[in-house]
Structure formats: C-alpha cells, structure tokens
C-alpha cells in the first residue's frame, strides 16, 4: 500500500488523494500519518532538485551580508549540500495544515528553502522574517516563489504581525545564535501563534558525540574567541550557546507550550564515519527537533 501511494504522489498531490481525507480512509489516522509523511519526504525531495537546479539564474551575483559573510552561488549550493537532510527531516516532522490558508512563519528564513517545500508539498501559506540587510542579499530563492519576506529583529525590533496570526511557526537553526534571552524571543512566538499553534524548533544539540569526544580528548567543544580588537567579542562568534534536549524541553514548557515530540536527528551524521554509532546511541545525534503547541 505505502509503495502505491508513493507512485501516485507525484500524480495526485497528498490534498487530492483520497486516502488523506479522514472520511475514505479505512486505517488508522496514526498509519495516515506515517504514509504522509513519507510521501512529503518524497515530494520535499524532488522539490529540491528542482530548486537546486534554479540556483544559478537567482544567485548569480556575489554579496556580503551584514556580519561579513560572501554569498556566493558556490556558497548557496555547499550550504544545500550540508542542510539538504535537515530539510526532509523538517518536512517529514511538520504536521499538516489544520485547514485552508493555515499560515506559517519561518523565523530567520534565509533562503527559504524549508518554506517552498512546506509551501509546495504541504499547502502552508509560508511567510518569512529576516534581518533587513540579508534580504536583498539571502531571499531571492523564498520571493521567486511569492514567499513575502519581512523584515525583523526579534526582541530587538517590533515584528510586523499582530497577536493570534500564525497556525505554524519554525524555528529552525536559529535559538543557538541569539544574543538576547531566548525566553524573551520564544515569549514572543508564543503571541504570534493561535491558540493550540505549532512551534518547531531545531538546534544543534550540545551533547552530540562530536563533542563528547573532543572533551574526552581533553579539547573544549564551545567556539574559541577570534583574535578581533572589540569591545564585544561575541558579536564575533557564529554559535553563542547550544542546548541539550532537557533544557529545550524546559525551555519551551517555561514559555507557554507543551512538547508534542521531541527527538534528536541524525541529519548531521548521515554518510558519516561516526553515523553508524548515531544509529545505534540517538542521544548522541547531532540534532535537536522539537515540536511544541501553544497553550
């Protein structure tokens, strides 16, 4: 059955199969589940290819954003080629729309490619935030396919939606870079969603076994201080803080949400020497996941 239903995937969209309306559907709503999820990845995969393939006519020019970095066609292909599981993975996680015109925010979305995907497999209405001064430079991809893209700060600078806006928020890859407390920016997401709206947040997990060896080997795991005359190093640092699963968990219950699933990915391990021993310990993944609701 699962094999039938990816063949026709491509033909019939998940919205137009009759196995996705709960009504037709003889099995279990948690087997329904499984099976869309797999087809997402499928769908989300293709969508991929497509998009690599349309890199070159959008980053064509090279630009530096606000913190210094070159982005380059180069750059944007080598950061698919090391994010590209952490997108299925996102995809395959992400719960369906609650119904027509659901809205999702993507928080510091970059070049959007979490949001086409979620756009194009699942139905979301996907909006992004990002800082001012990468949105010329980062977006290209996100505004070819009608993403609206706003420009924020958050904690910093008011965000542009009012209370109750969004059914969906991600969060992805972005809690382990803030300079401000992130029970101020999580307290925020809290207000921007519905009642009972999905949060999902992704970040590095601190106690992954690249780490843990690197403290067994006597190395500190925590990014090093650049030899920067300033006032304020960590302006200069990528990662301010990573976080372990429990303090995640507490993070989010101490905001308003309840955790709905939680889980450490191997995204970062895949086609990797140590995968094998990921696979077998998953608290030692590379990858937090975790998807909250509000209260």
């Known amino acids: 059955m699962t094999i039938f239903f990816r063949a026709q995937a491509p033909f019939l969209g998940w919205k137009s199969n009759p196995f996705f309306h709960k009504r037709c559907c003889p099995i279990s709503e948690e087997l329904r589940k499984v099976v869309f999820r797999m087809i997402s990845r499928d769908q989300a995969t293709a969508k991929l290819l497509e998009c690599e393939r349309s890199l070159p006519q959008l ?43 659901a809205k999702l925010l993507d928080v510091g979305i970059a070049y959007g490619f979490i949001p086409v995907l979620l756009n194009q497999v699942s139905g979301w ?9 990468n949105i010329p430079i980062y977006c290209h991809l996100a505004r070819a396919h009608n993403i609206p893209v706003h420009a924020g700060k958050l904690g910093v600078t008011p965000t542009p939606f009012l209370k109750e806006t969004f059914q969906g928020i991600l969060f992805s890859e972005v809690l382990e870079h803030l300079r401000l407390s992130p029970h101020l920016v999580l307290r925020e997401l809290h ?11 992704t970040t590095p997990h601190f106690a992954r076994l690249a780490n843990i060896l690197k403290l067994l080997s006597g190395k500190n795991p925590l990014e090093g201080f650049p030899d920067v005359p300033t006032d304020n190093i960590t302006e200069q640092l990528t990662h301010i803080r990573e976080y372990t699963m429990l303090e995640l968990k507490e993070l989010l219950q101490e905001t308003g949400f309840r955790v709905q699933k939680a889980c450490y990915s191997s995204c970062m391990e895949r086609g990797r020497p140590h995968g094998w021993i990921t696979s077998l310990v998953p608290r030692w993944r590379g990858c937090l996941m975790v998807l909250a609701r509000k209260i």
């Open 59 to 101: 980053y064509s020019k090279t630009a530096v954003d606000y913190r210094g970095r070159t982005i380059s066609l180069e750059s944007v292909r080598d950061y698919l080629a090391h994010e590209r599981e952490r997108f299925l993975d996102v995809v395959s996680m992400w719960p369906e729309p609650p119904g027509s015109g």
């Open 125 to 133: 209405e996907c909006v992004g935030l990002e800082v001012g001064e």
């Open 191 to 201: 207000r921007l969603l519905v009642p009972d709206g999905y949060l999902l947040v």
